[in-house]
């Protein structure tokens, strides 16, 4: 698939072990999700950046992905400024902008990338069916396996059938326009999507059981744990628990 492009390298983390990727992308998720101090953040966010230049990702499809995160964080920092009490920095159109609103959007904007960074370097450069594989060998519920999996399977799918539908519109002469006519035709749009996925749910279904499909995530393949990934694996905890203890000791400076 063209969103596997960043599967396609050669770097070590390109080649690590899914099954630790995985883990270690949870771990240094969560470790920078309770970092509360502007240092040990900005540390995550240069950590985050230090992976995608390891896994020598390409720089614009990095790039747009990131884009289209920062667009919805964009929004927050629109509103957050405005909506947090506290000691007011200036006025924007009347409107007071205080210190622990910047502050706040500042540490929702740091840590969200960082975050982004992480997975994108450890997630992107596995394909989605060896993450499901990995999953699996972790002991994740089937049922949750198989969910993740088709559901990035056929969402795509269902993205291809929608631009199909859009063509058949426009070769139709539909221009949007803000007219009952249009909102109807979206409508009938919307719904011929809906119908589409699920007739094609129906024949992906019954093509599964006539082949034997029971509901169960069989493995065919079994990954093989090297030393190199225990070493990867030390330095990504060893790098959570060094945000930890630097978010920790900012926070002692701060408050002594």
Known sequence: MTCERLAAGTSTLHTTDPRVKLCLAFILSVTIALLEGCPAQFAALAAGFLLVCWARLPVRETAGRLVAINFFLFLVAAVVPFTTPGVTAFSFLSLPVTWQGIELALSVWLKCNAIAAVNIAFLATSTIFSLAHALAHLKVPSKLVQLFFFSWRYIHILEEE????????????????????????????????????????????????CRGFNGTFWLLSHFHFHARDGVIAAAGIVASLALLIMDNRTRCILFN
Do not use: C, D, N, Q
Not at 169 to 182: C, D, I, K, V, Y
């Open 162 to 209: 929608l631009g199909r539908i859009r063509t058949a519109a426009s070769l139709r002469g539909f221009r949007p326009s803000t007219s009952l006519h249009t909102y109807r035709t979206l409508a009938w749009m919307t719904g011929a999507l809906l119908i589409k996925g699920f007739e094609r749910g129906e024949r992906v279904y019954m093509a599964m059981r």
